[in-house]
């Protein structure tokens, strides 16, 4: 198995993509942490009251961790979205697949092999968004809610990861990386659509819609639910983003939701397999 993330990493590092996405990464981070001191000078010489520095600061979190989730899910819809087809079409999955090794297997060693990096970057992308708050806005951080937001931070781009592996056994490498893109972008559209809701009530079908949705892909709910757990849960996350124009919480997904995506990544999973195996290379 570690052979098999060793061989992930090396292909990652051979696509430009790869090269992109840490110097967009890079500069992300270096602008972020030069923005939010800035802010935090300008607090202390303007003597804001500790309590609106403390809802400041999570404004500044929902915004940040909003963008690192966005770079993570570029991440992988640029490091997935050839998994099986582009390696079919350029030869390297006959050589691989030649091995004395269960398809199912081979396929569960990829999305394994990709898990691990996906994890190791967007944990990077989280730890520097909360650090840099927590050092130079205030932010108040406990353990067990930040092990909670940082847990189901880190789901949100497997859950992508899983759709996107899929998509690779049926569809051409473009083609699966539109669609993917497409469906996440209308994920994250429909969130914000959502926020706008807390400010007057929304027309019956379009909840349908948005719960239909949240149902298809439910990354954004993940990432909502981790801002939630982040900042408190009930205390102070609804006092933080009641108020916040589209990125406001209209609701909180529920455990039975959370559930329900680890039924459905586990449903993709199985999938993945069972069409892997039964593909003609």
């Known amino acids: 198995m570690t052979m098999y993330i060793a061989a992930t990493f090396k292909e990652l590092t051979r696509k430009r993509v790869f090269l992109v996405t ?23 010489q303007n003597q804001v009251s500790p309590a609106q520095r403390m809802l400041n600061s999570m404004v500044l979190i929902v915004l940040g961790l909003f963008f690192a989730q966005f770079l993570s899910a570029f ?25 004395p090794i269960s398809r199912w297997k081979l396929y569960l060693a990829k999305w ?17 968004v909360v650090w840099t708050i927590y050092s130079q806005a205030d932010f108040p951080v406990r353990a067990d809610e930040l092990l909670r937001g ?24 473009l083609g699966n990386g539109i669609c993917t893109a497409l469906l996440y972008g209308f994920s994250l559209f429909s969130g914000l659509v959502e926020g706008i809701t807390v400010y007057q009530s929304s027309h019956p079908a379009l909840e349908k819609i948005l719960l239909l949705t949240g ?10 639910r981790s801002l939630y757990e982040l900042m408190g849960g009930a205390d102070l996350a609804g006092l933080a983003l009641s108020d916040m ?10 455990n039975a ?11 993709l999973l199985f999938l993945g397999c069972r069409a892997f195996s039964r593909k003609d290379l």
């Open 150 to 173: 940082f847990g189901l931070f880190l789901w949100m781009p497997l859950l992508l990861l899983t759709l996107t592996m899929l998509g690779s056994v049926y569809l051409p490498m």
């Open 257 to 267: 939701f959370l559930l329900y995506t680890v039924g459905y990544s586990a449903l």
């Open 22 to 44: 840490l110097i967009v990464t890079f500069v992300f981070l270096i602008l972020f942490v030069f923005g939010i001191r800035e802010l935090a000078g300008m607090e202390g």
């Open 245 to 254: 124009g589209p990125f406001s919480m209209a609701s909180v997904p529920s």
């Open 215 to 224: 149902l298809l892909l439910p990354t954004d709910s993940v990432y909502r």
């Open 112 to 128: 394994l092999g990709h898990a691990v990096w996906i994890i190791v970057y967007s944990t990077i992308l989280f730890v520097s």
């Open 75 to 99: 991440f992988v819809l640029f490091s997935a979205m050839g998994t099986v087809t582009g390696e079919q079409e350029n030869g390297l999955l006959l050589a691989v697949a030649a091995r």
